[in-house]
């Protein structure tokens, strides 16, 4: 039997960050309409699979996932709703394939999710994968979820098309949020308590818009708003594009306190020959030059990066210079993958697709490469003191868990509270988290 009345709801996220704001927003959606969320371990009435497309079998993931949770024991079967980017690109075929799924919706299309239960109530099927001209976030409550660091999606789309990405496909052409609209959103949340906003975008740095005086700003001019709201600690901003790099961002790096100094510039790969293959329209010599300006105006800054290994043509050669570039950076932190056609993109399409075995070989060898550079950022900050915005609580108790400004991890005991910032000795590292002991609170 299936529950056509569901009173609570789980959103599950996959994926990327803006996945876990859209769900954030369908969750206060849910909540608008009076429903609640499951208890933690409890099984809801409404289930939101809120799906990534962007790598690997993700389909495959999202139908093993909806057989597990229609197959879960005890009463009548969750609704479930379909949700982010396998919906966009599956469509009406997820019902067809998995019949138990009620509802699918679109990353544009899920301030509809109200209209699309209702349907799903009377019995019926709803998909809705429409890309309105109207933007749903007219159409969405207020903020109310609120933690210490909040998401806020300023941009959605892309518009430059690597050969290799479905995101163009998935999330439509690329938008920017109106100035008003982002800062009215970012002052609730800081009403709400949040400390940190991360503004978020598939290309963060080509938001545009015109401020109150119809002056035409870029990212950088959105940075410096936010500065000036009181009561905000921290603002970050990703995931960016090396071509919308502007000179008004990087100063705001030199001029903005509240700017934490890490940077996620993604350049996949270090061979030029690749880098044109891919349509990225950057050379690994205009990428150099960028994070030199960069470290130019904030020489501490904390560079991360993204790679993709065994893209169709790659050769040894072409893997040895991402090594290379991988030397020439000295990176932070970094997210590695192996090449994954995504059908319907042109690189699926194209010759030399580089063998399983080749591609396992040079994500090891990066890997390595990238992690001992991780751990060396890390360790550096032994013996220093930093300030720790606290996100949440640890596994020990009294164990608190928050953020260095370079976004590292760092546990510590503490009597402080969530929300708070610390500062904090940093006694050791590792390649993924930072220890250390609280000093003195220095604000709350
Ligand atoms: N295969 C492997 N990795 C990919 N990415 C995007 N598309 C693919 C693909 N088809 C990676 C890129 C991007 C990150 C979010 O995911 O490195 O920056
Ligand atoms: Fe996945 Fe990209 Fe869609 Fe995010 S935008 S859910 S990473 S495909």
């Known amino acids: 039997m299936k529950n056509r009345n569901p009173r609570t709801f789980e959103v599950k996220s996959f994926g990327c960050q803006m996945n876990v704001y859209d769900g954030e927003r369908m969750a206060e959606l849910l909540e608008a309409e009076g429903l609640s969320a499951a208890a933690e371990g409890a099984e809801a009435d409404l289930v939101v699979l809120n799906t990534c497309h962007i790598r690997e079998k993700a389909a495959e993931k999202v139908y093993s996932e909806i057989g597990r949770v229609l197959g879960r024991g005890g009463g009548a079967q969750p609704m479930i709703a379909v949700a982010g980017c396998v919906a966009q690109a599956e469509g009406a075929e997820i019902p067809r394939r998995a019949p138990g799924v009620d509802i699918v919706v679109g990353p544009q299309a899920y301030h509809n999710l109200p209209a699309l239960i209702r349907q799903a109530k009377a019995g019926g099927r709803a998909v809705d994968t429409d890309m309105p001209a109207a933007s749903k976030f007219g159409a969405l409550p207020a903020r109310r979820r609120l933690a210490p660091s909040a998401f806020l999606t300023v941009q959605e789309g892309c518009d430059k098309f690597c050969t290799y990405c479905v995101v163009p496909y998935t999330r439509g052409a690329e938008v920017s949020r109106p100035w008003a609209a982002v800062l009215d959103e970012a002052k609730a949340l800081i009403d709400g308590g949040a400390r940190e906003i ?160 080749m591609m396992d070989d040079r994500l090891q060898r990066l890997q390595a490469l990238l992690r001992a550079q991780q751990l060396a950022f890390n360790q550096a900050q032994v013996g220093r003191r930093t300030e720790v915005l606290l996100e949440r609580p640890g596994r020990k108790a009294g164990q608190l868990i928050g953020k260095s400004p370079w976004l590292q991890s760092v546990h510590l005991e503490t009597q402080a509270a969530i929300g708070d910032l610390v500062e904090v000795e940093i006694l050791s590292a590792g390649p993924n988290s930072l220890a250390g002991a609280a000093s003195m609170r220095t604000a709350a």
């Open 198 to 357: 991360i503004l978020l975008g598939q290309n963060v740095n080509a938001w545009s818009g015109e401020d109150e005086k119809g002056r035409a700003r870029g990212l950088g001019g959105l940075v410096r708003a936010l500065d000036a709201l009181p009561g905000l600690t921290r603002i970050r901003y990703t995931t960016s594009h090396p071509n919308d790099m502007t000179e008004p961002l990087i100063r705001a790096h030199a001029e903005v306190p509240k700017l934490m100094p890490y940077l996620h510039l993604p350049v996949q790969s270090g061979s030029d020959r690749i880098l044109k293959a891919m349509n990225r329209s950057h050379t690994t010599d205009s990428y150099l030059r960028i994070i030199e300006r960069v470290r130019a105006v904030r020489p501490d800054i904390a560079v991360s990066g993204d790679f993709i290994v065994g893209f169709p043509g790659e050769r040894e050669a072409d893997f040895e210079a991402t090594l290379r570039i991988v030397e020439a950076v000295n990176y932070a932190q970094a997210f590695s993958f192996k090449y994954s056609p995504r059908p319907g993109t042109p690189a699926a399409e194209m010759d030399e697709q580089v063998p399983p075995e």
